[in-house]
């Protein structure tokens, strides 16, 4: 995993990620197949939405965004408060990229709820 996770940051750093796409597009698929634990798919998920933001892909970054915040589905408060940051770039994601977001469950996962909810509170106070 730590070869792969290797691999994905010098394309990007390399700005040579497109030769990979085909390869990343088939991350879930073979997540499952080397039976990755819900984190360790959750950390390749982000690491790839940030590598696909990096090399200017953000609809390809917001699908894997969406992706890693599914993984925080049965997540602790902790974990959905550390994920935060990234709750909020999907939630302004789907203002920049809606096509991607609205084939999600974007605005139900537990860690972008808590990130509106907090938004709302501070609008309110």
Avoid: H
């Avoid at 497109?18 to 499952?32: D, K, M």
């Avoid at 953000?58 to 709750?87: C, H, M, N, V």
Wanted: proline share 3%; charged share 20%.
């Amino acid at each position: 995993m730590l070869a792969l996770k290797n691999l994905i940051r010098f394309a990007a750093d390399a700005r040579l990620l497109e030769f990979l796409q085909s390869f990343i597009a088939s991350a879930p698929s073979w997540a499952t197949k080397w039976s990755l634990t819900v984190e360790q798919a959750g950390s390749l998920y982000l690491l790839i939405a940030n590598c696909m933001e990096k090399c200017g892909s953000p609809e390809d970054s917001q699908g894997f965004l969406i992706r890693y915040l599914t993984t925080l589905e049965t997540a602790s408060e902790e974990k959905l408060l550390a994920a935060r940051p990234w709750a909020k770039q999907a939630a302004l994601n789907f203002i920049k990229a809606p096509a991607v977001s609205q084939r999600s469950n974007l605005s139900r996962l537990s860690a972008v709820r808590s990130v509106l909810c907090f938004l709302l509170c501070l609008a309110l106070a």
